[in-house]
């Protein structure tokens, strides 16, 4: 079984920037994909960013420019580095991989407030 772990949410200003991190463990470990959702009160659970097992990577039009997905290999990990943060950008975010199956984090909460 795999297991998906986020780290790094947090509480920040308008404007400032935070790094999710996303650790995999379990016997299964070459992805198809991975990847961030986010999801806010109140709100459909959104795609946010992927990156394919080839290194292709994808964001929503909400978040371009601003986040970038990346991941490391040897430590299978996933990162999404967020700048230039706004208060819609307040949401859970959820860390994604598949394989033959979909696996899900627990999400890790992200306020940007003042």
């Known amino acids: 079984q795999v297991q998906l772990v986020e780290s790094g949410g947090g509480l920040v200003q308008p404007g400032g920037s935070l790094r999710l991190s996303c650790a995999a463990s379990?016997?299964?470990?070459?992805?198809?994909?991975r990847a961030w959702y986010r999801q806010a009160p109140g709100k459909q659970r959104e795609l946010v960013a992927t990156i394919t097992s080839g290194g292709s990577t994808s964001y929503a039009d909400s978040v371009k420019g601003r986040f970038t997905i990346s991941r490391d290999n040897a430590k299978n990990t996933v990162y999404l580095q967020m700048n230039s943060l706004k208060p819609e950008d307040t949401a859970v975010y959820y860390c994604?991989?598949?394989?033959?199956?979909?696996?899900w984090g627990q999400g890790t909460q992200v306020t940007v407030s003042s």
């Open positions: 994604y991989a598949r394989t033959v199956e979909a696996y």
């Open positions: 379990g016997s299964i470990s070459r992805f198809i994909l």
